[in-house]
């Protein structure tokens, strides 16, 4: 997070004190270019650095900073190596066919032409030195990227070893006297500057010259910093208050920016006044220089406390909370600014100076501590958006509430570890949490600007903020911080470039190395194939098909057929296109088919069983047909299933195996023609022929009768009461038959009723049963039960006493 706001300094430093800032950069490393001026790679310069390297790796006492200048020489030669290895790539290829072109070698024992032999040999010499130099390219990048991961271990360990080095503590009473010295020592440095450029003639008569010049300069920047300011907020809420249109939110948000950029500008101005005027020394200079930075910091976290929190709150707010809340929450972002900008200008007061640790620990602890107390306070206002009821199921909201819960946490252990001593530990947590809040505020209010940018586009007032664009605006944007995230908590930039090099060198496959850029040419001629496809297809379907004597069936067909076999042809032409050779996936496809074809059996079958609809077509699109207990048309054949419309509107999906290994009725495969059977029951002792004549003109005035073959009247048979009849008509178009079904049917009885033959009335339905007839059948039957019962009591043998032995009871 420091380096962070570093980097940013520089920039507004550069601004306010082009002549300072180039005096302390320093003199730069010269860069040794690892090309040389014939375009090639001087393999003994790249000896020399890699030498060098080696033993400055090795050397315990080489700062950190050197460390980040020899691996960005490193980087610079592993790029260069990294292409190298592809040099001569394409001759190696043309004589590797040649000698595929001669055939494989004679066995053992077996002879070969002596011009076939010697050809071999020159080719496989030829091949050898064109393979040189990529391998002498290859292990010196191998080389490199082994020094740039020692490089990146050793940085890291002295990142954890400074992160944990315990300083004296401040709560120790003992070092307080040293950091008050320290703090006056500091004071009287910037005094002892201001006397002593008093006291040069030079400087004064240069203050006085530019005495005009500065006094404007202090002007315009407090105006800049104290009522521009306040104006813009003003306005920018005045915009909001009368806002009907998002075109209005969105230019408030536009002008209240101007609350970062205009009070940055006074300090900018306020910075120059000061070093115009000579009279700063080294200490007053680097306060100066760091004050543009430290004033952006404390105005951009202002601005994004007003814009998280505002004080007039619409309806689509991120965070529902309250007025009180709300003032509470632009309070503590104006701490959290201020907070950081005090440590910028601490640091740049007092860490040129070498105080001792004990100095810096007291120094810091008062910062850090009421940092900790912000995130402690903060956290705890952004956890009372739990009381949106109606909105407690947002990502959003969500998202927030894990947010304030680390923000507490955060603000408990930043201070304790302070308190402990472990001061640069509790600067990695407390103010890249502050970064961290700041970040994800910024997020919000950046998709909420796109949200009301794109309303603004599409004249769209309610369904803007979920539209796709900017949900995938505010996607990518999340995706974009991650890099900003992980330089905020201490990640160093080189460690993202490595991470982003790793990436756009692919992995490797067998032989074939996939990077970024295959996967690109491969989507990009995929997508082209795939749209030619659509094309022809749509070509196919519309202008010349139709004038050709195929069925609409063989039509839609033979389209679907020219899609599968489009979409086959453009996914092999991107592969070979994208240079991606996969035979080095024979083995694992070989596998994986084992596995699809155990574990997906009933998805490959219905596969197989749609190619088979579509090239044999026992089923077209629009046939009438009959799957088991399933009536209807079918609408549309895929891949995998097959979509049946019944006549009551409803979608059957059927799969296509079933269509294949089942019994499936097609009433209209062919032609539209078709029979319909009506049964007719007339009653007992009607005259058969009069009824067989008056069923065959009903039969016959049917318009989609067809009288060749004609309609057939059938004497099925005859019961007790009843004489049955059939009329076998055959239709036209069978797809009406329940339509003439009816009007047969009315017109039957109709004519039966002219005729005076009587239909055969239903059978009269069962008299109910006498409650008191039942009673009487129950009661007669219990009685019988009971008589049977005494029956079979009188029957039974009665039992006999058992004999005596009289003499023997005497005995």
Excluded: C
Excluded at 588 to 606: D, E, K, M, P, T
Aim: no cysteine.
């Amino acid at each position: 997070m420091r380096r962070l706001l570093l980097w940013l300094g520089l920039a507004l430093a550069l601004a306010a004190a082009p002549g300072l800032a180039q005096d302390q950069t320093g003199t730069p490393v010269p860069a040794v270019e690892p090309v040389a001026d014939g375009g090639e790679l001087d393999y003994a310069l790249w000896e020399r650095m890699a030498q060098r390297a080696e033993a400055e790796i090795g050397n315990r006492y080489t700062s950190s900073e050197r460390m980040e200048e020899i691996r960005a020489q490193l980087a610079k030669w592993r790029a260069a190596l990294l292409n190298a290895q592809s040099a001569n790539s394409a001759r190696i290829a043309t004589v590797r066919q040649q000698i595929d072109a001669l055939g494989l070698p004679p066995a053992d024992g077996a002879t070969e032409a002596d011009e076939i032999s010697v050809r071999r040999q020159e080719l496989a010499s030829q091949l050898v030195k064109l393979q040189a130099p990529g391998i002498a390219a290859e292990e010196a990048y191998r080389r490199a990227d082994g020094l740039i991961d020692e490089i990146d271990r050793t940085l890291r360990e002295r990142q954890a070893d400074q992160l944990l080095q315990l300083w004296p503590s401040p709560l120790n009473p003992g070092n307080w006297p040293e950091a008050a010295i320290g703090f006056a020592d500091t004071v009287q440095r910037l005094w002892d500057e201001a006397i002593e450029a008093w006291d040069d003639p030079k400087a004064r008569e240069e203050l006085f010259d530019n005495l005009p010049l500065i006094v404007s300069l202090v002007i315009v920047a407090l105006a800049l910093v104290i009522y521009v300011r306040r104006w813009i907020e003003r306005f920018a809420e005045r915009l909001q208050e009368g806002a009907s249109v998002r075109g209005r939110h969105f230019w408030a948000l536009i002008a209240s920016m101007g609350g970062i950029v205009l009070p940055t500008i006074g300090v900018v101005l306020l910075s120059w006044a000061l070093i115009a005027s000579g009279m700063l020394g080294d200490v007053g200079s680097q306060i100066a220089v760091t004050l543009p930075t430290a004033g952006f910091v404390a105005f951009a976290a202002a601005w994004l406390g007003a814009r998280a929190f505002p004080r007039i709150q619409g309806d689509g707010a991120v965070l529902p909370l309250s007025p009180e809340r709300r003032a509470e929450g632009r309070f503590l972002s104006v701490m959290m600014g201020l907070v950081i900008a005090a440590d910028m200008l601490r640091s740049a007061a007092m860490d040129a100076q070498a105080y001792s640790d004990a100095t810096t620990s007291v120094m810091s602890f008062p910062i850090l501590l009421t940092g900790g107390l912000v995130l402690l306070r903060l956290g705890r206002t952004l956890r009372r958006t739990r009381e949106a009821e109606d909105r407690s199921s947002s990502y959003s909201l969500r998202l927030i509430q894990l947010l304030a819960r680390a923000l507490t946490v955060l603000g408990i252990l930043g201070p304790v570890l302070a308190a402990l001593g472990y001061v640069q530990a509790a600067e990695a947590v407390i103010y890249p949490a502050m970064m961290s809040f700041a970040l994800v505020a910024f997020l919000f209010i950046l998709q909420r600007l796109i949200g009301d940018a794109w309303a603004l586009i599409t004249r769209s007032e309610e369904t803007a903020q979920d539209a796709l664009v900017p949900v995938l605006a505010g996607f990518f944007l999340a995706i974009a911080a991650l890099p900003v995230l992980a330089l905020i908590w201490g990640a160093r930039f080189s460690d993202l470039t490595e991470i982003w090099n790793r990436f756009t060198e692919g992995f490797r496959i067998g032989g074939t190395t996939i990077s970024p850029s295959n996967f690109m040419i491969f989507a990009a001629v995929f997508v082209i194939g795939y749209m030619l496809t659509r094309l022809f297809q749509g070509a196919l379907r519309t202008t010349i098909l139709p004038k050709t004597k195929m069925e609409p069936g063989g039509q839609t067909a033979l389209v679907a057929g020219v899609g599968y076999v489009g979409v086959f042809l453009a996914a092999l032409i991107a592969i070979n296109a994208a240079g991606l050779d996969l035979s080095g996936l024979a083995i694992v496809a070989g596998a994986l088919s084992v596995g699809i074809g155990f574990g997906l059996q009933n998805i490959v079958s219905n596969f197989i069983s749609g190619i088979i609809l579509l090239v044999e077509r026992p089923v077209s699109e629009g046939d009438w047909i009959e799957v088991g207990t399933v009536q209807g048309k079918v609408r549309s054949i895929s891949v995998r299933s097959t979509r049946i419309e019944t006549f009551d509107r409803n979608d059957v999906i059927v799969p296509n195996a079933d269509l294949i290994t089942g019994r499936v009725t097609n009433w209209t495969r062919f032609n539209l023609s078709g029979r319909i059977i009506v049964p007719v029951a007339v009653a007992l002792g009607s005259d058969t022929r009069k009824v067989e004549k008056l069923l065959r003109e009903i039969a016959e005035e049917q318009p989609l009768a067809i009288l060749n073959p004609p309609p057939v009247i059938v004497f099925t048979g005859y019961t007790a009461t009843q004489l049955t009849f059939e009329m076998r008509v055959i239709l036209r178009d069978v797809n009406f038959g329940v339509q003439v079904r009816s009007d047969i049917n009315h017109r039957l009885l109709q004519r039966l009723a002219e005729e005076g033959i009587h239909i055969v009335p239903p059978p009269a339905p069962p008299a109910p049963p006498d409650p008191m007839k039942a009673a009487d059948a129950v009661l007669a039957l219990s009685e019988l039960v009971a008589q049977e019962r005494d029956l079979l009591n009188t029957r039974k043998p009665k039992p006999q006493a058992p004999a005596v032995d009289v003499k023997g009871a005497e005995r």
